[in-house]
Each structure stands twice: as structure tokens, then as C-alpha cells.
């Protein structure tokens, strides 16, 4: 399970719940205008917290409503979340998920079902351990712990960090002062920032196949 | 400054409290053998929780009593905390020292004092992130905070920890079944544990230099 709570996983949580026919992460920007242009899709990235140049749109969940994403593919690229990805292609995952408080339920529920091993992948900040995916995995693993084994000392700090938090998810990132919170908030983002501490606001299950995110239904078909 | 909890720096500190002249950290068992002889020093080391073939000690803080270390130089083999010293040493540390809770207020103030920056460098397990050296990690932010400015999430995560379980460590640690508590248990140095969780019991500053590991008052002879 691929994470990047600030923003990627949670905006593609959003956008395939509010319809988005499909969403294809590319790492580089010149990716996303290429195949932006091929696909007739909407393109989208940050870097530097601004819109990079030649995309359309912005990394915020709020940019895509259902009257806008519904039926479109989204190509959007996330430098960190793109690597993971890679990663998780390289040691032939089973299956590549992602995701976000947004869509805590749907991604517990499904790993529960699949009865399978599970590596939560935090994206974190330039190859440093953030507060906001560390306290997504403690999620996770709180919610999953009586259905799997656990051995690894990296998920109890992160339940243990987790149910210090849980009250108030958002006051606990502002307390601390985490780095992720002060970047967005200097951007004018708190919006965004309670948004992807919602839990379940867009409750839907992004699978990854040949080489895009949909959601759970039309994967299957 | 370098934190292998359980139990490298916990026995650093104990045989340097206790008199030893100095420790030589070498990354090899036969390199450990080679200087032992050389120098007619102690050998130590453990490879999978047995002394390790050709070497006379073991890691435990318990087997360097005063009436047996004083004086006396003390070769120890371990890998991951070597591993941390050559990595400190390509990035040109001004200065590096080993911390453990035996010796947590002799650290703090030492790096308090000094006013420069500080990497926390847990040797961790095999490449994975540990409890044991995150609590001491947290530990240490917890203690020298207003005297520094902190910027990582890391730093907060581990602090967030150690304040959640400062009231009982030992307890904390079995609670959670950390991977290296288990470990150690099963080989039945509960003991051990307890004494590596006891702050300041062996107060004395480590400091690397030329090669070898000095309690700061022979480092200024």
C-alpha cells in the first residue's frame, strides 16, 4: 500500500471517488504534458508547492469534484509516490493500493479480505520519515492488527504514535509542528491539510493495474 | 552520536565507567582477533547473540566490571554500530560520541554544551528502524529541546514515544514485544534489558578519537 497523505493518495482517493475514470502516475512533469496530450486527459503536479509549469491543475483533493474529474483519466505526477510505486513493481507486489485517511476503511477492509502480506510504503519527504504517513500506517495498523502478524518495530511506534493522535488528527500535526504541516500551512493550505485528516470522506478502494489507479468496481469489470 | 541501545553503547558506557582505558570498535571478528593480539587487549564481540568463535567476551554491560576492565583496553566487534562510525566519519563529524540511557545526562549536556549540530544515529536492526534506539533517541530531544532547533519529523516521532513510555521503559518494551526485547529474552538476558533501560547507572562521556573510544577526562589528557 502506497501512502502520501499530503496530498497525492489523498487526492486520488478523491478524485476516483468523485468518479475519475482513471488517474496514471508518471514521475516527471514532461511525462505528464506528453501523455496529458496523447490521452486528451487532464493533467496535473506540484512541485514546490506550486502548480508545475505546463500542467493544469494543482495536487489539492478539492480540485476535483465529481462535476468536473467524473469519467475523466487524470494523469498526476508525484515525485515520491511515483517511486514507490516503482519500488513496489520491482519485488512484484500481488497488488498496489494507496492510500489515505480519506479512504482508511475501504483500504482495511480490502487488505483484511485479501489475507495477504502487507508493506505499508510511506512516500515521505525527500527520503525522510514524516509525521502524516507514519501516522496513516499507525493507522492502519490499529484498525488490521487482530487479522495479521506483525514483527517489525517500524509499525508499533507508528499505532503507538497513532493512538496518541487520534483524538485530533489535525491538532496533533500542529502541535508538533511537523514539517509537512508547516510547508502547506505557509502555502495557505489548512483547508487542505483538515481534508486529508478526514477519515473515510472518500471512501473508495484505488487499485493500481497496467499502469493506472481505478477504483475497486471498474477494476473489476 | 551513536545509539546501539541494546547493547553495544550500553556496554560502552559500562567498561568505560568502570576504568577501561579505552575500546577499539572494529567491524570484523577476524580484525577484532588481530588487534586483541597485537595489543594484548580484550576481545569481544557476539554474532547472533553467542560470543562470537575466536573472541573471549560477549556484549553484556555485566561482563565489564571495574575489578576486570580497569585499565585494560577492550576491542569490540559490532557491526551496525561500526557501520554508523564510518558513515559519521565520511561526513566529517566534528565530533562523535555513543549514547545509551546508562549514560543519557553525560551526553545530553556534553552535546548541550557544545552548541553544535547533532545527527541521533540509531544503529537500528539490519537496516530497520528499532524501539529501542527511537526511545533513546526521543529521550535525548526530550531532554535538549530548548537548547537546539528541531526540524525533523523523526526527532518528534521519537520524542512523541519516549514520553509515552518514559514511566516504565522496560515495561514499554515488553508491552509492545519489541523484535530486539524478543530476541534477547529468548536468549534469556532479561536482565540485560532491564539494566540497558536503567538511566545514568554507568555516567560517562564516550568520545571517539583517533580510532578509539575514550571516556571524555582521558580524551583531555
Known sequence: MIIDVLRATSTIAAALHNGAKSIIPVDSVAECIKLGKQ?????????????????????????????????????????????????????????????SFSNLSAVCNYITEQKQNVILACAAWKDRVNLEDTLFAGAVVNRIKESFSINCDASKIAETLYVEAEDDLYEFMKKKNASHYHRLMNFGLEKDIRYCFTIDNHNVLPLYKDGRLVAKQDAMN
Open 39 to 99: 490521452m486528451e486527459a487532464v493533467t496535473a503536479g506540484e512541485r514546490d508547492g506550486q502548480i508545475a509549469e505546463g500542467l493544469e491543475y494543482g495536487n489539492s483533493p478539492f480540485t476535483y469534484p465529481a462535476e468536473f474529474i467524473k469519467g475523466k483519466t487524470l494523469v498526476l505526477t508525484t515525485t515520491n509516490g511515483t517511486k514507490l510505486l516503482h519500488m513496489a513493481l520491482s519485488e512484484n507486489a500481488k497488488g498496489i493500493i494507496t492510500g
